[in-house]
């Protein structure tokens, strides 16, 4: 989980309130990443109770609680941060289920609701492209470069997936908008049937093959 890790690297620094930690995750991630404070308290409290940060409660005007990060948790961030990742990220993407379970009448609707996405990833890609124009020099700068650049080719990524969704099921959609009523005279929807599911099996490989790519970046 790496929110919890993010937490846990934050506490390595110093002590802070649960606001602090969740200010400061924003302050270095929040173009890409933003939390809310439920998440915050209910990993910190999941960390006190595995015995890797301590919570104490301050008394003042308003009462809160800070942070201490146990040598139990130092180890355990320690050990996080010099393994590597369990495994490569999972292609799992609402627009491969979409696509996957869509009937055959349905793909010209499909492919339309495909261009609206078409232009989100289009404009979040120029956004990333002008954020990382210039790789900056410190240290700090260029953690933040390079999440922006990762991000970036990730969406750059499903831009040529969508591109590739369209090419091969640009036919089905003629077929169906043209065809269709000759060829249920025929007795032939379960061959165009069978079609679309052999061209979505191909887009949906496309997309499982470039899950590592995406891994990497």
């Known amino acids: 989980m790496p929110v919890k890790h993010a937490l846990l690297a934050l506490l ?26 439920g998440q915050v308290y209910s990993t910190l409290e999941r960390l006190r109770r595995a015995g890797l940060v ?8 308003v009462e809160r609680s800070r942070y201490t990060l146990l040598a139990a948790g130092r180890r355990h961030l320690e050990r996080w941060m010099g393994a590597p990742a369990p495994r490569l990220r999972p ?26 996405e078409t232009r989100r990833y289009g404009d979040a890609v120029e956004t990333l492209a002008a954020l990382v124009a210039r790789e900056p020099l410190s240290p700090t700068g260029r953690a933040r470069w390079l999440v922006a650049e990762a991000t970036r080719l990730q969406y750059d990524a499903q831009l040529r997936w969508l591109a590739t969704v369209r090419r091969v099921l ?20 379960v061959r165009a049937l069978t079609t679309h599911r052999q061209r979505a099996d191909c887009a949906a490989g496309v997309a499982t093959d470039s899950a590592p790519d995406r891994a990497r970046a």
């Not at 301590?54 to 005007?61: D, I, L, P």
């Not at 640009?170 to 929807?189: I, K, Q, T």
């Open 12 to 37: 390595a620094q110093r002590d802070f309130t649960g606001y602090e930690l969740k200010v400061r995750f924003e302050r270095a991630l929040g173009d890409f990443w933003q939390l809310n404070s």
């Open 170 to 189: 640009a036919g089905d959609a003629r077929g169906l908008d043209v065809a269709r009523p000759s060829l249920e005279a025929r007795g032939a929807p």
């Open 54 to 61: 301590m919570r104490r409660k301050e008394s003042g005007n």
């Open 91 to 116: 292609a799992r993407d609402p627009l491969y289920v979409k696509l996957v379970f869509t009937p055959p009448e349905r793909i010209p609707a499909l492919l339309r609701s495909f261009v609206a």
